[in-house]
């Protein structure tokens, strides 16, 4: 079993629909992050989460330490948000970053 | 402030030929690591350093694969000789703390 799961692993939807990701981890973390991959590799760092809540535009991330899951929301949502939407996350104990295997997110006009 | 520099951006090699990959990171990130992406996979490390020492390289096949980075800035990956099994995006990041930037990745192809 992988250390990180996201969920769905491919999501299409309608533009302006309501997207949720979800990523369930089984290791202690200092902090997780969630990373967006369009085609052709490039990584961007969306947030940076150790708990709680951040917003940036139309894009949500919560976390929930306890239940060592966290979930990224994009509201109306629009074809350039089309892209892998990855979850990784820091563990306390080695310092090492362990990626979930994305989800690829297809938004249709 | 430059981000994550990594070149070059894509490459053709055929098999059994050496390749190497460069990667410039952010001024003053101690931390760097080199990642394999194979297609609709997340990256898997191949190698961390801290400074200029490698920490961690315990996924990096060492009978083809080989790192450096001299003086605890700029490293370079190498692969010697390639396999078609090696075609994939090699991405490097750095980190200073927790927070963590990507380059764009070099886009392997091995034919």
């Known amino acids: 079993k992988n250390e990180v799961e996201q969920s769905p692993q491919n999501l299409t939807a309608q533009e302006g629909e309501f997207i949720t990701i979800n990523c369930s981890y089984s290791?202690?973390?200092?902090?997780l992050h969630w990373l967006q991959q369009h085609p052709g590799g490039g990584i961007v760092s969306l947030f940076m989460l150790s708990s709680g809540k951040k917003k940036h535009g139309r894009l949500i991330a919560t976390i929930n330490i306890q239940e060592k899951h966290s979930s990224l929301h994009i509201t109306a949502s629009h074809p350039r948000d089309s892209a892998v939407y990855i979850c990784?996350?820091?563990?306390?104990?080695?310092?090492?970053?362990?990626f979930g295997k994305g989800t690829r997110l297809h938004i249709l006009p | 402030e430059a981000g994550v520099v990594q070149s070059p951006r894509y490459k053709i090699i055929e098999k059994k030929q050496p390749v190497a990959f460069w990667c410039n990171p952010i001024s003053g990130h101690n931390t760097l690591y080199w990642y394999r992406q194979n297609l609709g996979q997340g990256p898997e490390l191949l190698i961390r350093?801290?400074?200029?020492?490698?920490?961690?390289d315990s996924q990096l096949p060492k009978d083809r694969f080989s790192a450096e980075r001299l003086k605890g800035v700029d490293s370079t990956l190498k692969i010697q000789p390639a396999e078609l099994g090696d075609s994939a995006v090699y991405l490097c990041?750095?980190?200073?703390?927790?927070?963590?930037?990507f380059g764009s990745g070099t886009r392997l192809t091995v034919v």
């Open positions: 290791v202690g973390i200092s902090a």
């Open positions: 990041a750095s980190s200073l703390g927790p927070g963590y930037t």
């Open positions: 990784a996350v820091r563990g306390s104990r080695d310092d090492k970053i362990i």
């Open positions: 350093y801290e400074n200029e020492e490698a920490v961690d």
